[in-house]
């Protein structure tokens, strides 16, 4: 069996549609139903979690017997399993269509294996049609549905000499504008950034992504962890979504609640013992430490205990990059005990 150009250019327009569909809890996946003949007949997207699936929103436009004999092309596999919504194979089977055209497996266990029940059913399916593309638009869903938790970046600015601030607890600004409008960058492209209490209420920072003076389309939820009271005029407050609280230690209960919530990446800013807790706890999937140039002794260090009593434990982590940034230097790295990685 081949795919066919009309098939073809329909998957990129399912990549189109499913782009339009928000990240979250549930993967942005897109559908074109077509013609026996290669016309579109409906096109479909998901709109989020508790919603109908692809397939459904694009079948739900047809009327009656119009699916008949159709081909369903689909971003994602369809699913297999009733969850907030039916299976998606059931109602492909259902409506009469001939052959489907997939780009990824679906990698749920459950959710998964709605081929073979397509085949089952009698209908033709093709998987792999523009796996890679269809891959890069939810790579951060497929990866936090790997790990079952969110992609974790642990940030954190330093003195040449490993230290995070200077004896007074100051710390604005270590590094230069270069590094800072690089993590400013990094904080957009993430779903939440994280702090402990103590930066809380040390620094009063704003937890947005700027570029500049001006905010970022993207906002990262702001999330703050530990048992203090944040003043009730702590900037963070004033940040367009509303900070998630955490008051606990268990940092993989705070990911596990963040996962439902559907983030699918995170990025921890400190400070020292929040990073060491995460890195200590095995939930630090990417390292970026910022290097700058100045010298601060003292013992407010950039991490605090990570868990390593002797040097045969010390943490291996491995650089994949060291980016000049202005006169400072970023180390982005990987631990190399951690799955997390990709
Ligand atoms: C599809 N088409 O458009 C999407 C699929 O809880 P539910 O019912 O919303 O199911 C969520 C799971 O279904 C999700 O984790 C993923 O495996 C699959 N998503 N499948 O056939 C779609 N969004
Ligand atoms: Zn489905």
Redesign the pocket.
């Known amino acids: 069996m081949t795919v066919h150009e009309a098939e073809r250019r329909a998957m990129s327009r399912a990549l189109e549609l499913a782009a339009r569909?928000p990240r979250g809890?549930?993967?942005?996946?897109g559908?074109v139903i077509l013609s026996p003949s290669g016309e579109i007949l409906a096109e479909g997207?998901?709109h989020g979690?508790?919603?109908?699936?692809?397939?459904?929103?694009a079948l739900s436009k047809l009327p009656g017997d119009a699916a008949r004999g159709a081909t369903a092309v689909?971003t994602?596999?369809?699913?297999n399993?009733?969850?907030?919504?039916?299976?998606?194979?059931l109602a492909l089977i259902d409506a009469g269509i001939a052959r489907v055209i997939y780009a990824l497996d679906?990698?749920?266990d459950v959710?998964?294996g709605?081929a073979e029940r397509l085949r089952g059913a009698g209908v033709e399916v093709e998987a792999g049609e523009q796996a890679d593309d269809a891959r890069s638009l939810i790579s951060d869903w497929l990866t936090a549905?790997r790990l079952g938790r969110p992609h974790i970046t642990v940030k954190w600015a330093q003195s040449l000499d490993g230290r995070a601030a200077a004896a007074d607890g100051t710390s604005q600004w270590i590094t230069g504008p270069f590094a800072r409008a690089d993590v400013h960058r990094r904080r957009a492209a993430a779903d939440a950034i994280i702090v402990g209490t103590g930066t809380m209420l040390a620094d009063d920072p704003a937890l947005t992504a700027r570029d500049g003076d001006s905010p970022y389309d993207h906002q990262p939820v702001p999330v703050v962890i530990g048992s203090r009271e944040t003043p009730a005029d702590a900037a963070v407050r004033r940040h367009p979504h509303d900070v998630l609280f955490y008051e606990t230690r268990d940092l993989h209960a705070v990911v596990a609640d963040l996962h439902e919530r559907g983030i699918q990446s995170a990025f921890v800013e400190g400070g020292p013992t929040l990073a060491s807790a995460f890195i200590s706890a095995g939930l630090a999937d990417r390292v970026l430490a910022y290097v700058a140039p100045v010298l601060l002794g003292g013992d407010r260090l950039a991490l605090t205990d990570v868990g390593v009593p002797t040097i045969s434990a010390a943490r291996r982590i491995v650089i994949d990059e060291w980016v000049p940034l202005g006169t400072d230097m970023l180390a982005i790295a990987r631990l190399e005990d951690n799955e997390g990685v990709r």
């Open positions: 569909g809890a549930n993967p942005q996946v559908a997207w998901h979690a508790g919603t109908a699936h692809a397939e459904v929103d689909v994602l596999e369809p699913c399993h009733t969850g907030r919504t039916g299976p998606c194979a679906d990698p749920g959710s998964g709605g549905q």
